[in-house]
Structures are given as C-alpha cells and as structure tokens.
C-alpha cells in the first residue's frame, strides 16, 4: 500500500484523499439516516398555496417539492463519485481530459440516481398515511361535542379507515355528540370543518 502511495502524483493524491473524505460522510449519512440519528438532512420544501386545486394537482405539486436534486445525499453522491472516478482513471495513465469528462458523467449520475432513490424513500414513508382531503364531502358522527368557538371530534372514513379527527364547526354552531355532520373542508393536516346534515 505504502509503494502504491508513492508512486502516485500529487493531484492523484489529493483526489484519492478527497474521495476518501466524501465516502465517509457518504455512508456516515445513510448509516445514520437508516438508524434515525441523522433526522431529515434534506428538509421538506414548504409550500404555501393560498387558491383552490383540485386533488391531481395537489399531488403533482407534492411530487415536485419531494423531489429535489440539490439534496445534500445527491450532492455528497456526486462529489464521492466525481472523485473516486478521476483518481481511478488517472491512476491508470488516461488523458486529464478525458478522465474528468468520464468522472463528471458518473458522478450525475450517481446525484441523479440518489435524488431518484431519496424520492421514492419518501413516497414508500408517505404511503398509508391517511390524508383529510379523501373525506372532504363526506358525512361523519359527533364523537366529541364541537363547540361554538373550539374543537370537537368527528368519526369518519380517512383513506378508507374509520378515524377520530379534530373537527371545528361552521359559523358558531354547538354540535352534540352523536349528531350527523358534513365534512367542508380542510383546515390543517389534521383538522376539518364540518356543519350539521340538514
């Protein structure tokens, strides 16, 4: 190992050690992301949409602020490979030219495959989770009184499973317990507005 090091140029050497540096923080990132140490490294884009879209379009939105090639994961993958590439091809005696054409094509390569593979993670996650707007025009029971100015429960179908949600009614109508309901619409991720079945 000791000859192999010495034999190669300056510039070889510090790709070869930049390309060490980055696959470290590589696997560190995904070990500890695969363990829940390392939490969200790529924060969720918050969008703030203030007119009415219908569902397709709310899906297609989403999908677009999931996926996000300036990820920290797909950038540490670019840069890994970038480096591990031009040491490789030029420890083999390629052209400059060449080996950097070849290692900056795998390494968009390797930040396009980790944004991909970082987008379906978060969609396989977000699969199953129960989402208000499927019972939006739906009719629900009382499970909690909802008062005038405060919240209250409803039973209903969420994503085709029976679920307890917070509920607010319209205007300031008392709502009892027991009492059928309209679902409006959607406050929150985890309210609803409701008013009494007429």
Excluded: H
């Amino acid at each position: 190992m000791g000859d192999w090091w010495s034999t190669l140029d300056g510039i070889n050497k510090v790709f070869y050690t930049m390309a060490t540096f980055f696959s470290a923080i590589f696997l560190w990132q995904f070990l500890s992301s695969l363990i829940g140490l390392g939490g969200d490294a790529d924060a969720d884009m918050d969008l703030d949409i203030d007119v009415d879209v219908d569902a397709m379009d709310m899906d297609g939105l989403e999908a677009v602020a999931s996926f996000r090639m300036l990820s920290l994961r797909a950038i540490l993958a670019f840069c890994t490979l970038f480096c591990w590439a031009t040491a490789m091809y030029r420890d083999g005696g390629m052209l400059w030219s060449k080996s950097l054409l070849l290692a900056t094509l795998w390494g968009l390569a390797g930040w396009v495959l980790v944004a991909v593979l970082v987008w379906l993670i978060r969609k396989l996650a977000e699969t199953g989770n129960p989402r208000l707007a499927t019972c939006v025009g739906a009719e629900a029971t009382v499970y909690l009184d909802v008062p005038a100015e405060g919240f209250g429960e409803v039973r209903t179908l969420v994503s085709g499973v029976v679920s307890r949600i917070k509920a607010r009614s319209v205007g300031e109508t008392v709502i009892p317990s027991g009492q059928r309901v309209t679902i409006i619409r959607t406050l929150d991720p985890t309210t609803v507005e409701v008013q009494p079945v007429e």
